[in-house]
């Protein structure tokens, strides 16, 4: 996130945080009751109008959509309704009849988007990557934003967790490497997916004496993280390094991809069991050691999940057949 954009909304978070801690408390302070309509007016004015006028103003001349206003306003509706009482809450009933025009607006305009998405998502071919035909599609839709890199990953996250191990291997022109055999990342990732749920078991059953609502937030996420580590581990198996034409295909399961053009590399070497650090390097490696190198001419932007992102000259990495990998490089950077 760029410096004018993080000013942008900090302008707006800071106001926000304010009004919606001021209100919270005078709601449930004691002077409250002497003034109760009066009150509820302004805490009703306050959340449901200012905050999302200060939130437009913040982004009118960025490249944020305006149409981000409409979950602000909803959110801030929420949180009136949570804070103000039930039996004052007349000035918020007037504020809902307004609101439903615009539910329906950003529900006619959601499934519009998404009908948008799935067209060119189909328009793209079938036995082609999943993961990288999303991210094409939720960019041309949405933008080049955090946004759709979000739902890239979690869109992938259930798509290779829940259909992984049906999934047909996309059919590619160039070579395909595979890396992830020699690191053992099958019998890790079972190790691991063992170890979550005997953990998840047992602390569920310990919390939910204390805390039924926590036990339950807890057990969510560990369920989503068993999700997330074998949708990991079937993109590994599923989406491989290409060497195709002009290009370098770099997939590593869900967590990083980049396309290296063979112009921009410099050279590719092996390396031993040492870790790299800087920020010059990018560890692509997707459990173990290293056992690759690849030197680029210029800086380029290597993408991970959840819209991070590295700008770097050295990739390393961990191929399962490094020695022919280095051959099939070689020899395109040799034409």
């Given at each position: 996130m760029n410096r004018t954009l993080s000013k942008t909304l900090l302008i707006f978070f800071i106001p926000a945080f304010c009004i919606l801690l001021i209100s919270y408390l005078i709601s449930t302070s004691s002077i409250y009751s002497t003034q109760a309509d009066l009150?509820?007016?302004?805490?009703?004015?306050?959340?449901?109008?200012?905050?999302?006028?200060?939130?437009?103003?913040?982004?009118?001349?960025?490249?944020?959509?305006?149409?981000?206003v409409i979950p602000v306003i909803l959110l801030s509706y929420l949180w009136a309704g949570f804070i103000i009482p039930s039996n004052n809450q007349s000035y918020l009933q007037t504020i809902k009849w307004v609101f439903i025009p615009i539910e329906f607006f950003a529900a006619a305009y959601l499934i519009y988007k998404v009908r948008l998405v799935i067209n060119h998502f189909r328009s793209l071919g079938k036995n082609v990557d999943f993961l990288e035909c999303m991210s094409q599609s939720l960019y041309k839709v949405f933008g080049e934003n955090k946004a759709a890199d979000i739902m890239t990953t979690e869109l992938s996250v259930f798509y290779y967790g829940f259909g992984g191990w049906w999934?047909?291997?996309?059919?590619?022109?160039?070579?395909?490497?595979?890396?992830?055999?020699?690191?053992?990342?099958?019998?890790i990732a079972a190790v691991f997916f063992f170890l979550i749920i005997l953990e998840t078991v047992s602390l569920h059953l310990l919390i939910v004496q204390w805390n039924f609502t926590i036990a339950m937030i807890l057990l969510a996420i560990s369920v989503y993280g068993l999700i997330f580590l074998m949708a990991d581990l079937n993109a590994a198996r599923k989406r491989p390094i290409l060497v195709d034409g002009d290009k370098l295909d770099i997939r590593i399961g869900l967590r990083w991809r980049a396309t290296v053009p063979f112009e921009n590399i410099q050279s590719v070497e092996l390396v031993g069991d040492k870790e790299y650090k800087g920020k010059e390097y990018a560890n692509l490696t997707l459990a173990g050691t290293c056992n690759l190198m690849i030197h680029l001419e210029q800086k380029m932007k290597v993408k991970g999940f959840y819209g991070i992102s590295k700008k770097v000259n050295k990739l390393i990495l961990s191929v399962d057949s490094k020695q022919e990998f280095i051959q099939v490089v070689n020899q395109k950077l040799t034409k």
């Open positions: 009150f509820s007016m302004a805490l009703t004015i306050d959340l449901c109008v200012v905050i999302p006028v200060i939130y437009f103003l913040s982004i009118h001349k960025t490249r944020i959509s305006k149409v981000t999934i047909r291997k996309e059919q590619v022109n160039g070579k395909a490497f595979s890396y992830h055999k020699d690191c053992g990342y099958p019998l």
